[in-house]
């Protein structure tokens, strides 16, 4: 599992993760998805292109931010799940709480709007 | 093709767990399931040894368990846990209560639904002092 802090962009926060986001993956990366998203303050765009599989721990630490972000008055958007990915999100609620869009572009748009 | 049934005695430690997981999608995809049917086992694997390590454990004594692959080369996959905990039924709660405000919602409750959502059958019995969960995955898509 990888993750990019990809800095800011138009005052967004922006991360991509890779991978496989299974149980170990998942506690690997928690600390370092923090940091580069609830801990700084903005929204935060997370594109999701290259995961290839989520199971409730991904689900349980985007909920985890997702919460941290609202008390802030902040919000994520999620960009191009695969299919199986999108439906894990979609079934948890994720995308009641955080918006889904086609590339990065949109989901910064969507933000700033 | 590799036989048609893989039995794994994990250890109870989730970088075992992990190992059981890897073994049985590597397995599963040598037999050659679907990508759908190796989403809906691998999240079964996860969802349901984890519950293990949370429950049947919960009292403190780290029990074995075992885990049961089985593939009909035809239509269906098969994960049968096995664990020596108490008796305990994994589909006798209720799924997370939905539409709730977002700082009230807990994440508990959530994987044992994806596992329900992905699989055709989800089943429990208890059988000779141990639970059996199974889990019926059609090999070919997602049943929902």
């Known amino acids: 599992m990888l993750l990019h802090d990809l800095g800011t962009k138009d005052g967004v926060s922006v991360v991509e993760l890779n991978g496989h986001m299974g149980l170990t993956a998942v506690q690997e990366i928690e600390p370092a998805f923090k940091s580069a998203t609830s801990s700084k303050g903005n929204n935060v765009v997370v594109d999701l292109r290259g995961v290839d599989y989520i199971s409730s721990f991904g689900v349980r630490l985007f909920l985890d931010v997702i919460q941290e972000l609202e008390k802030k008055g902040k919000k994520m958007v999620f960009v191009a799940p695969t299919s199986d990915v999108q439906k894990v999100l979609i079934a948890c609620e994720m995308d009641t709480m955080a918006g889904i869009e086609a590339d990065q572009p949109s989901a910064i748009a969507r933000l700033r709007a | 093709m590799p036989p048609r049934t893989l039995l794994l005695e994990p250890g109870t430690t989730i970088p075992e767990v992990a190992v059981a997981i890897e073994r049985s999608v590597q397995f599963l995809s040598a037999r050659g399931v679907s990508k759908q049917c190796l989403y809906a086992a691998e999240l079964a694997l996860e969802e349901l040894q984890t519950n293990v390590l949370k429950y049947a454990h ?18 269906c996959v098969w994960i049968r846990v096995f664990d020596e905990g108490h008796a305990f039924d994994p589909w006798a709660a209720a799924d997370p209560v939905k539409g709730k405000p977002l700082l009230e919602r807990m994440p508990g409750g959530q994987g044992l639904m994806l596992v329900r959502k992905f699989c055709r059958s989800c089943e429990y019995e208890r059988r000779d002092g141990r639970n059996c969960v199974t889990v019926e995955i059609l090999r070919a898509s997602e049943a929902k």
Request: hydrophobic fraction near 40%; proline fraction near 6%.
């Open chain 2, 58 to 75: 919960a009292d403190g004594v780290a029990r074995p368990f075992r885990v049961e692959v089985e593939d009909d080369g035809v239509e």
